[in-house]
């Protein structure tokens, strides 16, 4: 079975910076693609940032500039930097891959941008 739990969410004020942390088990993390999506208060999840076992990433223009999606293979870890955050980023914070053919989520990690 495959966990993935979040962390590293808050309340913050418009400008500040966050970083989460997903720390993932029960798959081979090295060669996983790991993704970070949002959901909005009462909007559809959306993909924010995802990243290949070699590093590569692709980033939703929402967060293009501003948030860095990263991994720690050692420590089996995902991780989000976001800069610059705006009152439109407040969301839950969810850490999702797709394993042996199964897509699996963690709990999600709620940040807050106050104006």
């Known amino acids: 079975q495959v966990y993935l739990v979040e962390s590293g969410g808050g309340l913050v004020q418009a400008g500040a910076s966050l970083r989460l942390s997903c720390a993932a088990s029960g798959l081979n993390f090295k060669i996983a693609t790991m993704a970070w999506y949002r959901q909005p208060p009462g909007k559809q999840r959306e993909l924010v940032a995802d990243i290949t076992s070699s590093g590569s990433s692709t980033y939703a223009d929402s967060a293009k500039g501003r948030f860095t999606v990263s991994r720690n293979n050692a420590r089996n870890t995902l991780y989000l930097q976001m800069n610059s955050l705006k009152p439109e980023d407040t969301a839950v914070y969810y850490c999702?891959?797709?394993?042996?053919?199964?897509?699996?989520w963690g709990r999600g990690t709620q940040v807050t941008v106050s104006s």
């Open positions: 999702n891959t797709k394993w042996r053919s199964r897509e699996f």
